[in-house]
């Protein structure tokens, strides 16, 4: 995580991606917002909440095994 993405995060492009014996929660993870971030110029007074806002876009992703993402 960039430690300068308080309030604008990038869209995550996968092409490709093997999923193979992979659980649900495995796939991502969004962290909680930093208490470092609550500033109020930016987000107010409360962290901003760019890391709760992420886009995955997965292109010619495969999926295989016991277990496979939803």
């Known amino acids: 995580m960039n430690e300068h ?3 604008s995060i990038p869209m995550h492009v996968f092409k490709n ?3 193979i014996n992979v659980m649900n929660d495995a796939v ?3 962290m909680d917002p930093v208490p470092g ?4 110029d930016d987000c107010g007074p ?3 909440t760019a890391p709760s806002n992420v886009v ?3 292109t ?3 999926f295989s095994g016991a277990n496979t993402p939803k």
């Open 28 to 30: 991502a993870f969004l």
């Open 46 to 48: 409360f962290p901003c």
């Open 17 to 19: 991606a093997k999923f």
């Open 60 to 62: 010619g992703a495969s």
């Open 56 to 58: 995955m876009q997965f």
């Open 5 to 7: 993405s308080s309030d």
């Open 37 to 40: 971030w609550a500033v109020k």
